[in-house]
């Protein structure tokens, strides 16, 4: 099958989560993260960095995490420089927020945490892209220790207070837990348009529009054929992808009902789910 790149313009938008507490979710995000809420509704609220909406918050009380199962590993918070990474690493030791580890993935640097509902998030900046390398074509990639003393210097004698995520903070990529690598790479690959970036052994892969380094991660951590995780749990609802137009969207749509893809017409754009479940909302034209 001749490989059609998905426009290079691409970009992710908004993630939608199921959380199991309203009022607890938007606490952590906003007082440990630096996120602002844009719009908080009764059992839904929209956050964002002084933008358009990063992330929008579903409660269902009673929801559980399962293990074992698809959809999200993390999403990144991607912010604009080093030096905002660090007032973010900064912020979470003086609230004693715990990390659940810290990397050096020789394209960015990266922390990771969970929410309350252990919904996984990464923050991270980006290397310029001059930085970046390539073997044959792919990127490559590493999980290196992070130099955290490194990072923190980039504040010098500044001790102002943290005020937040830096306007022009965005979604940099999604990194999801699948079924199976080679129906995830058919479907986000052959399907979708993305290209490859890298392939992590028989484990993981990295896609991406535009020759950035990954928009989405795709993983079989939580078992090769695991199940889509069952109703009433906390975890992914959906993530939006992002094209410059409808003309770039409808391409898209046509390649997936070519390939025999359930499309569904929402508000927001146009669903479809990958062949784990997980759910992507296609949304044409400059954020709002």
């Not at 490194?150 to 079924?179: K, N, P, Q, Y």
């Given at each position: 099958m001749t490989h059609t790149s998905i426009h290079p313009g691409t970009t992710l938008g908004a993630v939608h989560l199921t959380v199991s507490d309203l009022a607890r979710a938007i606490a952590f995000y906003e007082e440990r993260l630096g996120f602002r809420t844009r719009l908080r509704e009764q059992s839904s609220a929209r956050l964002g960095a002084g933008?358009?909406?990063?992330?929008?918050?579903?409660?269902?009380?009673?929801?559980?995490?399962?293990?074992?199962?698809?959809?999200?590993?993390?999403?990144?918070?991607?912010?604009?420089?080093?030096?905002?990474?660090?007032?973010?690493?900064?912020?979470?030791?003086?609230?004693?927020?715990?990390?659940?580890?810290?990397?050096?993935?020789?394209?960015?640097?990266?922390?990771?945490?969970?929410d309350p509902d252990d919904n996984g998030i990464e923050i991270c900046r980006d290397r310029p892209r001059a930085e970046w390398r390539f073997d044959g074509g792919f990127v490559r990639m590493a999980t290196d220790p992070l130099d955290a003393?490194?990072?923190?210097?980039?504040?010098?004698?500044?001790?102002?207070?943290?005020?937040?995520?830096?306007?022009?903070?965005?979604?940099?990529?999604?990194?999801?837990?699948?079924?199976?690598?080679?129906a995830a790479q058919k479907f986000y690959v052959d399907v979708l348009g993305f290209d490859l970036m890298l392939r992590f052994g028989p484990s993981a892969l990295f896609v991406s529009a535009g020759g950035y380094h990954h928009h989405i991660g795709l993983n079989t951590w939580a078992g090769v054929g695991a199940p889509a995780p069952p109703a009433g749990s906390v975890g992914l609802r959906y993530f939006v992808v992002r094209l410059p137009d409808e003309g770039e969207r409808d391409r898209v749509v046509a390649r997936a009902r070519e390939a025999g893809v359930e499309v569904e017409t929402v508000p927001e754009g146009v669903a479809v789910r990958d062949p784990s479940g997980n759910r992507i909302v296609l949304v044409a034209g400059a954020e709002g």
């Open positions: 933008g358009a909406d990063l992330l929008v918050l579903h409660e269902e009380r009673g929801a559980k995490r399962v293990r074992g199962t698809t959809g999200l590993y993390h999403f990144a918070v991607l912010v604009p420089s080093r030096r905002d990474l660090a007032r973010s690493l900064a912020h979470l030791v003086e609230t004693e927020t715990p990390l659940t580890g810290a990397a050096d993935h020789l394209v960015s640097e990266a922390l990771y945490l969970s003393d490194g990072v923190l210097s980039e504040l010098g004698d500044d001790d102002s207070a943290f005020s937040g995520l830096a306007v022009g903070t965005r979604i940099g990529h999604m990194h999801l837990h699948v079924a199976g690598l080679d």
